[in-house]
């Protein structure tokens, strides 16, 4: 027996929806089944595109990934040096890289698969370089942070969760969320830390972080007050922190049931979230077909 596709809600899912409704159908409904070899051709092809990244969304993945493994190794009382950090991430590109320009994700979707070797775009070897100095610069800015320095001075017992992958339940939707890293301070307070890799420094609570607030007020049933949360810029070395309030709660809880009753009407049978291609219109904003990994079934390229 298969897997069922249950409906569920998620900041990203939300995000591809209001990107590209054709994008959002491929990358939640039409993929279905395609992890299976022996699937259809256009199944598994949908499966091999939903399971790329572009370049920079690769090298974001990566530095997250290096930051957890630090924080993981701390946390077990090893406190590696930053030359180590440097050379696991070196070894990581480096391999995700090679792995990605000779194909092996068209044979094993779940390898390293880049949008800019699919679709064969031209990027040169000094726009490569220069992604890879941008990648150790995330993670030696990282090192040397007063966050990291603010982080650990806490008491690793208080350390509540670690690029968790996480759910909830609202309103009979399960909500699918992953925070980077969740610490209780010496004030009681429960502190959200964000880490961002973008060239943008974004100066107001977005939704993402809203929606983290709302499962730590539910799962510990808080005071909105007793909530924190610190995005860090690891590419800027900038932190902004934001003041959890009842009204920012009420602000996310009101867009999750906009965002999940507008997911159900396009449906063509929401009790059993069945979905029909021709019900999900494509975008008119040509720039996100560009760098879009569906772009070749939309009959772009």
């Known amino acids: 027996m298969g897997f069922k596709n249950e409906f569920s809600w998620s900041k990203s899912r939300d995000g591809i929806f209001n990107e590209c409704k054709r994008k959002y159908y491929f990358n939640h ?6 992890w299976d070899i022996t699937a259809p051709e256009k199944i598994r092809e949908l499966y091999i595109l939903k399971n790329l990244s572009t370049r920079q969304m690769w ?15 701390l946390k077990s009382g090893e406190d590696i040096n930053s030359s180590q950090l440097i050379f696991r991430l070196k070894k990581i590109l480096k391999e995700d890289f090679e792995c990605s320009e000779i194909g092996m994700y068209k044979k094993f979707p779940k390898k390293c698969g880049l949008v800019e070797h699919e679709y ?27 966050t990291l320095k603010e982080i650990k001075k806490e008491d690793i017992n208080d ?31 429960i502190v959200l830390y964000d880490w961002k890799t973008g060239k943008e420094r974004n100066v107001k609570m977005d939704t993402q972080l809203a929606c983290y607030a709302l499962y730590v007020l539910q799962k510990w049933n808080l ?24 009204q920012v709660i009420e602000d996310i809880k009101n867009y999750m049931r906009k965002s999940i009753e507008d997911m159900k009407n396009i449906l063509k049978d929401k009790e059993n979230n069945v979905a029909e291609e021709n019900n999900f219109p494509k975008t008119t904003d040509i ?7 569906f772009k070749k079934v939309c009959d772009l390229v």
């Open 223 to 246: 005071n909105p007050d007793r909530i924190i949360i610190k995005n860090f810029n690891v590419a800027l070395d900038k932190e902004d922190e934001f003041k959890v309030t009842t």
């Open 120 to 146: 064969k775009m031209l990027i040169s070897k000094d726009e490569w370089d220069e992604l890879f100095k941008y990648a150790e610069k995330c993670v030696m800015n990282f090192y040397n942070s007063d």
């Open 159 to 189: 350390w509540l969760f670690l690029e968790d992958f996480l759910s909830f339940d609202f309103e009979g939707t399960k909500i699918y969320l992953s925070m980077d890293f969740v610490i209780k301070n010496e004030d009681n307070q």
């Open 59 to 73: 090298i974001g993945q990566v530095v997250h990934d290096i930051i957890k493994y630090y924080l993981t190794k």
């Open 29 to 34: 409904y039409g993929f279905w089944g395609g």
């Open 287 to 293: 720039k996100n077909c560009l760098r879009c990994n």
